[in-house]
């Protein structure tokens, strides 16, 4: 574990979730902040949410369009325009080779200097951010950035040359060591979070649990009232 580098050095990051709307959950104030400060932001969507929503009379088979349209838009919200769907099936994610070889192929193309993803540990007090999609997109992702995406002789049949990315974020991680402030840009992320209209049952209840939340998470690493803030674990390998 390690702080992580300046943001100011810091050209590319690549985000690898599970489903659409994780990232709004987890981090995408930062990414607004990243956005913001130069910084390029990708996103890789492992699945495309097929197993999401509740409305019982929408025909399913147009969920992936719904779901990827919503994310697009959400991302517009933060300043992220590149999105790449892998197209794996909500519910049965697994950390396959085929996986990491996915996520390392993508990580090879963007190049990022940092790569921010889920927790491949479950979190007890909140097993609702360790859906077992989560922790299967994580552990490709880890296992993608050491050592799939930087050795060069995994994955010979992939175009793209290898990249060692610098670091790794974690969201919902159990052993928290970095904070965000992103009380500047809190309304991006409601606004890229409420654009997953097929979501949400109770949008103005969500409204207020995210505030809550997040406030709360300020409060933990000891920020003055009226902030907010996201937590994450960063990996340094050098």
């Not at 300043?79 to 996986?99: C, I, K, M, S, W």
């Not at 979070?193 to 406030?215: E, V």
């Amino acid at each position: 574990m390690g702080n992580p580098r300046p943001d100011n050095e810091i050209e590319r990051v690549l985000v690898v979730v599970a489903h659409p709307d994780d990232i709004d959950f987890g981090g995408a104030g930062t990414v607004a902040l990243w956005t913001k400060a130069g910084i390029e932001v990708q996103y890789c969507i492992v699945t495309d949410g097929q197993a999401g929503g509740f409305e019982p009379d929408r025909d399913r088979a147009e969920i992936p369009a719904v779901r990827r349209a919503e994310q697009t838009a959400a991302a517009q919200h933060v300043g992220v325009r590149d999105l790449h769907f892998l197209g794996y099936v909500d519910g049965a994610v697994e950390p396959t080779l085929e996986l990491v070889r996915d996520i390392s192929r993508i990580v090879r193309k963007v190049r990022p200097q940092r790569l921010l993803t889920q927790s491949p540990e479950r979190v007890w007090s909140r097993l609702q951010v360790s859906h077992p999609d989560h922790l299967a997109a994580a552990e490709a992702t880890v296992r993608a950035f050491y050592p799939a995406a930087g050795n060069p002789y995994a994955y010979p049949d992939l175009a793209e040359e290898a990249w060692d990315v610098d670091e790794l974020w974690m969201m919902d991680h159990p052993e928290i060591n970095h904070y965000v402030d992103i009380t500047d840009t809190f309304d991006q992320k409601l606004a890229a979070l409420m654009s997953h209209t097929s979501q949400h049952r109770d949008p103005d209840g969500l409204r207020s649990g995210i505030r809550a939340h997040f406030a709360q998470v300020a409060t933990d690493a000891g920020m003055p009232a009226n902030h907010y803030a996201e937590d994450f674990t960063v990996i340094r390998l050098r």
